[in-house]
Nanobody
């Protein structure tokens, strides 16, 4: 059974930091890209950051300079370090893992930034 389990969401004050992590299990094929997406109330899900198996990264403009994505291939785990958080970062954050054949999603973890 494929599972992507996210950890580390929560409530933080503006200007603070959080790290969310996601561990993937049960995926038989090699995982290519892993990433983080987010969805705020009333808005569409959007890409936050993505990292390839080789370590190449890409970020949404809103995340550049504040967020850092990293990955432990041996553990099939992806991390997102979020610094200088602001209320606009409040959303449910979803982990994503892509293989050649499938696109997997975690259940989401809530990140709330208070002003």
């Amino acid at each position: 059974q494929v599972q992507l389990v996210e950890f580390g969401g929560g409530l933080v004050q503006a200007g603070g930091s959080l790290r969310v992590s996601c561990a993937a299990s049960g995926i038989r094929s090699s995982i290519n890209a892993m990433g983080w997406y987010r969805q705020a109330p009333g808005k569409q899900r959007e890409l936050v950051a993505v990292i390839s198996g080789g370590g190449s990264t890409d970020y949404a403009d809103s995340a550049k300079g504040r967020f850092t994505i990293s990955r432990d291939n041996a553990k099939n785990t992806v991390y997102l370090q979020m610094n200088s958080l602001n209320p606009e970062d409040t959303a449910v954050y979803y982990c994503n893992a892509k293989t050649v054949w499938h696109n997997y999603w975690g259940q989401g973890t809530q990140v709330t930034v208070s002003s």
